[in-house]
């Protein structure tokens, strides 16, 4: 059954048109991995899922509640909200609370539970992620991979059909990465419904059901994520994925992925992401 | 004539009896400039583009002209407009018109302060479906306010020094029992210093009160104080 249904999506800033004519399902339960160039529209298409990013033309639809492009309003805006969470490149947790109130934060102030019932719940959620030592801890004084963990957290607390991911290890340390990926590989074994905006093209092949390659403001191929994701043959994406696999190396080497002998850090790194990914096939 | 020290130290008697009046004085005007300011500040942000013009008029208007001034048109020009000004007293006079001047110099304080916090907040607050007012009181305003308190600190520190402008209404708060005492004994320099050091005290006393209570309140933002505490917290439950 499909979960969210865009039709003929278009986003336009002042004249520019930085997404056009997009149309794609997403199954329920399913997780939909979008890639693309840096400046491709891809953040641009997640954030229209949720009216962060205001649609010029077409419709999105989320969990049966549809919204046409020209009949936006406050209401619908909401509506829409209501059925799906997002976590975003830059954290952006709140400041000002901690971490524990930051997960608790949807449940008190959307009033869907009493404030022990929303404390319950999020030290689950946050035990579940192994954060609970960190609960009382301002994000300021949480890593970056801590306070992507909590904003996971805080997303999936109350329960939302379904969860956006904006380039979610972008801005993290190398070494932070897999903790996070994790966290994420988890939820898919949930079968929560996620759309994933991800450089991490090996990661999404595990986890993916669907991959969207976005280039240029266009859907530019759609289906299978280990058909559209992978680095064999030729073509554009083909390219693209290989260009993101070898990604600080040197062009000229072709090198198997974990076994680089001159950059030992990279290797760290990458056999880091392959017990994930080999994680997540084992429970599979 | 040489300086005094008995005259000097036999003034401070005389001259604390007044410290009430001019806190008093500085206080409710801090506290009429901080509704009005907030007030404002909201309007000048999320209200209709008339509304914020009007704002940008009245922030315009009372920083660009000198208290003085002000004062003189609250407390002789306006009741020469309307009959319901008569009956107000010099020191509320003085008040009001210290209160609608500071208030626009905190309307750009509170501006600024509300820039400070970040937008990815705001968006993650939206993308939580939280209303629009619940973002608002419970994400943006505390570190908004927080961001704002050392300038509106320095907004209060002027306040007070300018509440001695409040003599020139005729209101006998610490300057104008001052300006009383030295013309009777024509001992000037004395009397000014001492004067001066009532108000420098004030604001010392006032400006290590503000300190610890931004000191207080800035805890969750700063990584050293957090962790210190953390820390302390960890030692503390070890033993």
Known sequence: ???????NLAVQFSKRKVLKNINLTVEEGSVTAIVGPSGSGKTTLLRTLNL???????????????VEANKLNKAVTRQIRAQSTMVFQQFNLFKNLTALENVMSPLIYNKVATFDEAKAQALKVLRDFDLEKIADQYPVTLSGGQQQRVSIARA?????????????????DPEMVSGVLNAIAKLAKQHITM????????????????????????????GPANEILSST??????????????RGQPETAN?????????????????????????????? | ????????????????????????????????????????????????????????????????????????????????????????????????GLGVKESAYLIEIFRAGIASVDQGQIEAGEALNF?????????????????????TGNTFVSLLKETSLAFALGVTEIFADGKLLASASLRFFEVYVAVGLIYWVMIIIYTWLQKRVEERLSRPYRRVVADAINSSEQSSSAV
Do not use: C
Request: proline fraction near 6%; hydrophobic fraction near 50%; avoid cysteine.
């Open chain 2, 1 to 96: 004539m040489t300086f005094s020290w008995s005259y000097f130290i036999g003034l401070f008697p005389q001259l604390i009896k007044y410290i009430p009046l001019t806190l008093i004085m500085a206080v409710v005007a801090m506290l009429i400039s901080v509704v009005l300011g907030g007030l404002l500040t909201l309007v000048q942000l999320y209200a209709a583009r008339p509304f914020q013009l009007l704002v940008k008029l009245y922030v315009s208007f009372f920083r660009g002209i000198p208290t003085l001034v002000l004062l003189f048109i609250v407390y002789y020009g306006l009741p020469e407009i309307s009959p319901v000004f008569k009956g107000v007293s010099a020191l509320t006079a003085a008040i009001a």
């Open chain 1, 233 to 246: 043959g030729s073509g554009r994406i083909a390219d693209f994925v290989n260009s993101l696999e070898n």
């Open chain 1, 255 to 284: 090198v198997v992925e974990g076994h680089t002998p001159t950059n030992q850090h990279r290797f760290k790194v990458i056999s880091n992401r392959q017990s994930v990914a080999t994680g997540i096939q084992a429970n599979q």
């Open chain 1, 195 to 222: 759309v994933i905006v991800t450089h991490e093209i090996e990661f999404a092949r595990q986890i993916a059901d669907q991959a969207i390659f976005v280039e240029d403001g266009e859907i530019l191929a759609q």
């Open chain 1, 1 to 7: 059954m499909p979960l969210i249904q865009v039709n």
């Open chain 1, 156 to 172: 999936i607390v109350s329960k939302p059909k379904v969860v956006l991911f904006d380039e979610p290890t972008s801005a993290l």
């Open chain 2, 131 to 151: 209303s629009f007012v619940r973002i608002f009181t419970s994400i943006v305003l505390p570190q908004a306010a927080l961001n704002a308190l050392p300038a």
């Open chain 1, 52 to 66: 962060l990013q205001t649609p010029s033309e077409g419709s999105v639809e989320v969990a049966g509640v549809q």
